[in-house]
């Protein structure tokens, strides 16, 4: 599924004539980046110090880790051609537009936003967790 967006939108990219080979790698950075977001914020609100703010450290080597996994994936020229060979002649090709493979990046962050307040309002609260494993260091 995940090869398959990149894919589209990779195509997307080549016929509107843009960087497909740079901007496609970093659209699924961020697809992963929002996908995964309420757990890395969970984490972060586990480790949080109750007189230091120390999230921007840890966000920053998720989305550092994220953006290297999703250029470690989809960069290579080697990859690129083994997906396109893979869906070169798919039927959803021509049955699903372009555009719908742009809405899954707000539809991520929606998640994202979704996912983590509803951590916070029915784990992180509740039980008390945050700072829980930075107290216990």
């Known amino acids: 599924m995940i090869d398959y967006i990149f894919y589209r939108v990779y195509w997307a990219y080549n016929k509107k004539r843009e960087s497909a080979k740079f901007l496609s ?9 929002f996908l995964f977001f309420p757990f890395a914020l969970f984490l972060c609100e586990l480790l949080r ?4 703010r120390n999230d921007g450290y840890l966000l920053s080597i998720y989305l550092l880790m994220i953006l290297i996994y999703s250029y470690l994936r989809f960069f290579p020229n080697k990859k690129i051609w083994l997906i ?10 021509y049955k699903i537009p372009d555009w719908c493979f742009f809405v899954v990046l707000p539809l ?3 998640w994202g936003i979704i996912t983590y307040s509803l951590l916070v309002k029915f784990f992180i609260k509740p039980f008390a ?4 494993i930075y ?3």
């Open 25 to 33: 790698p970093l659209y699924m950075a961020m697809i992963f980046a």
């Open 49 to 52: 110090d109750s007189y230091h």
């Open 84 to 93: 396109n060979k893979k869906f070169e002649g798919n039927g959803y090709n």
């Open 108 to 110: 991520s962050i929606v």
């Open 129 to 132: 967790l945050r700072g829980i």
């Open 135 to 137: 107290n216990m260091l």
